[in-house]
């Protein structure tokens, strides 16, 4: 049995000065940890909020600020990891993972201040990545950022990284909107879904990379009195991940994508998974035809389109403890990830699942661990 991790990540404690990918913009990019973490976690919400009643990030995150003075004053939000080819391939050899995608680590989420220089920061982070890969390129598949202002540059990044071993992209939202304001099922979007069939890669929708739009919804007087403090403010900007994958998704079906790409693939990566049963459902039913809505316009209904073209990931760690039992119900849709090496993943993944996971029948457990994510590859020519 082959084993897949869809969902790892590249972090970096202390970059060396001339390997910082970002190292040209480093001193005009938010140098002060918790106000970068503050800015990760919710800068959505922050951006939305009146400027009187935009936290700080100590007044944002007082929990970080207590837990690194008490240990070593370092305000972090993972464990200190400094990854390498060689220490990720034993971690892998030791748990029985046989391939990984590799998200970048948390410095990607830097690359959103660099305005209209993001294009070449873009192109600096994935050779960075693919340069750390590239003792273990037959195991470790880099996952590359875009910036898609210009599509066809975007296609022509997608093609440039597979020719370095990736196997996978990130898409990203603006505010809850597409990142060049034209929704992805339409139409100008095809020439990278082209792209990525063609190169058999994946496309990833990260909760990092999902920003929301709250407007008006994000001054909630958390600072006034009777107001619920600022720990309701990170609550809250963590409440809308899931509705603008959603979006994503929905585009992606009623705009045509998955019938004009049909071997394309879209993974949700650490989005919570205790949803998604009853949004395929719903889509499934809407995608019927009746007087109501009309015809469905395409000969593969939408209920296949979904369960074919959309995949998940849980994440035990992160909360999905209903995990197994949306597997049992979309079977042909989850994958594994362990988010290594970040403190929701685990460091022994598989065994995070326990007896359950062992006492699945064996066709299941093996479409669970690796079969799923082999077929999704395999399936655009390019198998894994």
Known sequence: MTVIDVDTHWEVDDFDRDADPLGPWRSELPSDMID????????????SLPE???????????????MAQARDGKVQLHPTHQSTAAERVAWMDQIGIDHCL??????????EHLGPDRPLGVSRCNDYLAEQLSDRADRLHGVAVLDFTDLHAAASELARMREKGFRAFFLRTD??????????????WDVLWSAATDL??????????????????????????????????????????IHVAQNILTSLLYGGVFHRHPDLTVVLQ?????????????????????????????????????RRNIKATPLPGFGDTEALDVLAELPEMCLFSS?????????????????????????LRSAFLGENAATAFARTGDPL
Do not use: K
């Open 200 to 241: 058999g890669m994946v496309a990833s929708i990260h909760v990092g990379n999902l920003h929301s739009g709250f407007g008006r919804w994000a001054d909630i007087g958390w600072d006034q009195p009777g107001g619920a403090g600022p720990t309701a403010l990170t609550r809250l900007a963590n409440s809308q991940t």
């Open 36 to 47: 970068r973490l503050a800015q990760a976690i919710a800068g959505d919400l922050l951006e």
């Open 270 to 306: 650490e989005v919570r998974i205790g949803w998604l049963p009853a949004w395929v459902t719903m889509v499934s039913r809407q995608s019927m035809s009746n007087p109501g809505l009309g015809d469905w316009p395409f000969p593969v209904s939408g209920a296949e389109m979904v």
């Open 52 to 66: 009187a009643h935009r936290p700080d990030g100590p007044t944002l995150l007082p929990s970080l600020i207590a």
């Open 102 to 111: 590799v998200n970048p680590g948390g410095y990607w989420q830097l690359l």
């Open 339 to 363: 988010d290594y090496p970040h403190q929701e993943g685990n460091a022994d993944p598989i065994n995070l699942y326990g007896p359950a996971l062992t006492e699945l029948d064996d066709e």
């Open 175 to 188: 505010a809850g909107q597409p990142p060049n304001q034209v929704a992805f099922g339409h139409p100008d």
